[in-house]
């Protein structure tokens, strides 16, 4: 007696779109997130996702980064974003809608919050505001760093000097040593982020000090746009946003920054 024939059907495997970068990759999977259980509480630092999305976003920025700013307060202030964006509207001639650049918060060892101010490379280029006469290679920490000077380091320096709280002799001095700094290469804004990203101390808010709104911010005009998508079967895939980079799932996001010379240094730390 013949056998009965059986139908076999092959399961259905799901598949996932990953959105590739230049640095690393985001997986998008289709359907509804999961209901928000509980009411956000007092945010008192920057959370390992936060900081993974900044590294994300800065190391697949459109256009390649120029300089980094550094400001600095004396003592900490009362109201720091406050004066803040005051040296924001300043600096409107530079830092507007069409330029891509963005900033992160941090705090200092001895307490006391500070900004890293990162601005795209061909702005500058276009207004001629790093030709060769304008930057001085000067020593900091044992490492050569390129101090932006002319118009645009007076007026970053002018800007965030002007009602500064707590303003000495001493922060006069710091700032007049030249606060914004060329970068030597255009993901440098990228992997410093990165590197940053894992120094937990710097993202907690100290003792008596109260949130401050949001850590980090890129213009959300020049968010990261994939150079290539695809779909893979979404089999042994974690169920988060990881990296997809040469065939193998990473994590989280970028790859390890590289040490080497041609990031930034930390200048604000001279004034620790």
């Known amino acids: 007696m013949p056998r009965p024939y059986v139908l076999r059907l092959a399961p259905l495997i799901p598949k996932c779109t990953v959105h590739l970068h230049p640095v690393g990759a985001e997986i998008v999977r289709t359907g509804q997130a999961p209901p928000v259980t509980k009411k956000r509480g007092v945010v008192t630092d920057m959370s390992t996702k936060s900081r ?32 803040f964006r005051r040296w924001r509207e300043r600096m409107a001639p530079i830092l507007h809608s069409r330029v891509q650049w963005g900033w992160i918060m941090e705090f200092q060892g001895r307490g006391v919050i500070h900004f890293h101010v990162f601005i795209e490379l061909p702005i500058l280029l276009r207004c001629r505001l790093l030709e060769p006469g304008c930057i001085q290679r000067v020593s900091r920490h044992g490492r050569a760093t390129d101090i932006v000077s002319g118009y645009l380091g007076d007026l970053a320096r002018d800007s965030w000097l002007e009602d500064l709280p707590g303003r000495s002799e001493k922060a006069e001095a710091f700032n007049a040593g030249g606060i914004v700094e060329r970068l030597r290469t255009p993901d440098a804004a990228g992997r410093y982020i990165a590197k940053e990203a894992g120094k937990r101390a710097q993202k907690r808010l100290p003792e008596g000090v109260k949130a401050c709104g949001l850590w980090w911010w890129l213009n959300p005009a020049f968010r990261p746009v994939a150079s290539r998508t695809v779909q893979i079967p979404d089999v042994g895939l974690p169920p988060f946003r990881r990296v997809f980079d040469q065939d193998e799932i990473r994590s989280p996001y970028f790859r390890p920054p590289i040490e080497d010379d041609s990031g930034p240094s930390t200048s604000a730390s001279l004034m620790t």
């Open 52 to 83: 993974l999305r900044a590294a994300y976003q800065f190391s697949n920025a459109p256009r390649a980064w120029g300089v980094m700013v550094t400001l600095t307060f004396p003592t900490q202030p009362e109201e720091p974003k406050k004066h």
